[in-house]
C-alpha cells in the first residue's frame, strides 16, 4: 500500500506573547488528512502481481502546537519573520478510509515545521502572510483492514511507520495586539510516500492464485461464453489430452512442456531429466522467478519461496532480473535447484524425440481417439 498523505491545517486560533522581535505562542487547529494512491494485492504464495487499487480517503482531527517566532528582518521593504512550529503531542486519526476498502488509523508524532514568513500591511493594526517551510514528523499506521473485493480477501496488515518529509505553504492574517497578536491561517503540507507490504505476506490473494481451474472445467465454460475459436492450454502433453480438449469444444491446443525434452527445444540435460521423472505433484506454482505466475518443479529454491518467510517477489520484469544472475550460474553448474525449470503437471508425459515427429504422433493419436 502506498499513500502519499497531505495534511490541511486550518489554525483558527494563534495566540503569542511577544518580546522584542521574538513571539511565543500556542496554536489549535483543526486538520484534515488526505491519502491518496493504490495498494497492489498478493498471491496466496505472498508474491505481488495482483491488481493495483487506486485509493483515496481522508479524516479530520484536532491538534495543538508551539511555536517560537523572529520577526523584524526587513528585505526590500518587507518585513519577514523566520520560525519553529513544534506539535509536541501524538494527534490520532482514526480509521482513515479510502473507499477501495482499505482503512487504518494513522498517528502523526513528534512534527515539526521550519518556516518564513513574509507580511505585508493590510490597515491599523492588521496584516496578511505568507509562510512556507520545511516538514518532518513520524507517522505510523496501524490497524491496516482491507475488506473483500473482487481482487482479493479481507485482511488486516500489521502496522507500518516511518518518518516523512514535507514543504508546507500557507496564508493567513494576523491582527497586532498591545502584548502579541491574534491569527488566522491555513496551511498545506505535501509529505513524501509512504508504503506498506503485508505483515505476514499471504494475507490478501489474487484471483489468478486462487482460483486455479482445471483444463477440463475452463474449457467447456469458456467454450459456452464466446463464439470465437478456444484454444486449451495447461496440461496436456500426449494424444489423450488433446482428444478430449478437442471433445470439450476447444478449436486447437498448445502445448508447452511436452515439448521441452525435444532436441530443438535445446534446454540442459539437468532440466531435461528432471522432467522426465516429475509427477504432477511434484510441480509447483510460483513467481519467485520472473514476477509473474509460473509452474515450476518443487525445487529447493522454489519451495523456500512459498514459505512465510520468505520475501514478496518484486513485480515482472524486476523479478526476472534480480533471479538472472542465480539462474546463468545454475544453468552453467547444472545445479536444478537454481534453475528456472518450468514443468507442467504432465511433465512425465513428455518424449524425447524430434519436434516433428512428436506433432505428427500426437495428430495422429487424438484423430483415432476422437473417430
Known amino acids: 500500500m502506498k499513500r502519499l498523505i497531505t495534511a490541511i491545517i486550518a489554525s483558527f486560533f494563534v495566540g503569542s506573547f511577544a518580546l522584542a522581535e521574538t513571539s511565543v505562542g500556542i496554536k489549535a ?42 520577526g523584524g528582518l526587513d528585505v526590500n521593504g518587507i518585513n519577514f519573520s523566520i520560525g519553529l512550529d513544534v506539535i509536541p503531542f501524538t494527534a490520532e486519526v482514526d480509521k482513515l478510509g479510502g473507499g477501495d476498502g482499505t482503512d487504518a488509523t494513522v498517528k502523526v508524532a513528534d512534527v515539526f515545521t521550519l518556516y518564513i514568513q513574509p507580511t505585508f500591511n493590510a490597515a491599523n493594526d492588521t496584516s496578511v502572510f505568507l509562510k512556507a517551510g520545511y516538514t518532518q514528523g513520524d507517522v505510523e499506521i496501524s490497524d491496516i483492514t482491507r475488506q473483500a473485493t473482487t481482487a482479493g480477501t479481507a485482511s488486516t496488515d500489521g ?14 492574517v494576523q491582527r497586532n495586539l498591545d502584548m502579541g497578536f491574534l491569527r488566522l491561517e491555513a496551511t498545506m503540507t505535501d509529505f513524501d510516500e509512504i508504503s506498506h507490504t503485508n505483515s505476514n505476506s499471504k494475507v490478501v490473494k489474487a484471483d489468478a492464485d486462487m482460483n486455479m481451474i482445471g483444463l477440463l472445467s475452463l474449457v467447456p465454460a469458456i467454450c459456452d461464453a464466446v463464439n470465437v475459436p478456444v484454444v486449451a492450454s495447461g496440461g496436456v502433453a500426449d494424444s489423450r489430452g488433446i482428444a478430449a480438449a478437442l471433445t470439450l469444444g476447444a478449436s486447437a491446443v498448445e502445448i508447452g512442456t511436452g515439448f521441452l525434452r525435444c532436441p530443438e ?43 512465510d518467510e520468505a520475501p514478496i517477489p518484486a513485480p515482472y520484469p524486476i523479478q526476472r532480473n ?3 544472475a542465480m539462474r546463468d550460474n ?24 524430434p519436434a516433428g515427429e512428436l506433432v505428427d504422433r500426437l495428430w495422429k493419436g487424438a484423430v483415432e481417439l476422437i473417430n
Not at 159 to 172: A, H, R, Y
Request: a neutral charge.
Open 330 to 353: 545454475a544453468s552453467k553448474e547444472n545445479n536444478l535447484d537454481g534453475m528456472q525449470a518450468w514443468a507442467g503437471q504432465s511433465s512425465s508425459l513428455a518424449q524425447s524425440i
Open 265 to 307: 527445444a535445446a534446454i540442459s540435460k539437468t532440466w531435461a531429466d528432471a522432467i522426465a521423472r516429475t509427477k504432477p505433484e511434484d510441480t509447483i506454482v510460483t513467481r519467485a522467478f520472473s514476477g509473474r505466475l509460473g509452474r515450476s518443479i518443487r525445487t529447493k529454491y522454489a519451495i523456500a519461496s512459498v514459505s
Open 29 to 70: 487547529s483543526i486538520a484534515n488528512m488526505d491519502a491518496s494512491g493504490s495498494h497492489t494485492t498478493n498471491s496466496s504464495s505472498g508474491a505481488s502481481g495482483g491488481d493495483a487499487v487506486n485509493a483515496a480517503g481522508n479524516a479530520d482531527f484536532e491538534l495543538a502546537s508551539f511555536f517560537i517566532e523572529r
Open 159 to 172: 502496522n507500518t511507520s516511518k518518518t516523512l518529509e514535507g514543504f508546507m505553504v500557507g496564508l493567513g
Open 322 to 324: 534480480l533471479t538472472k
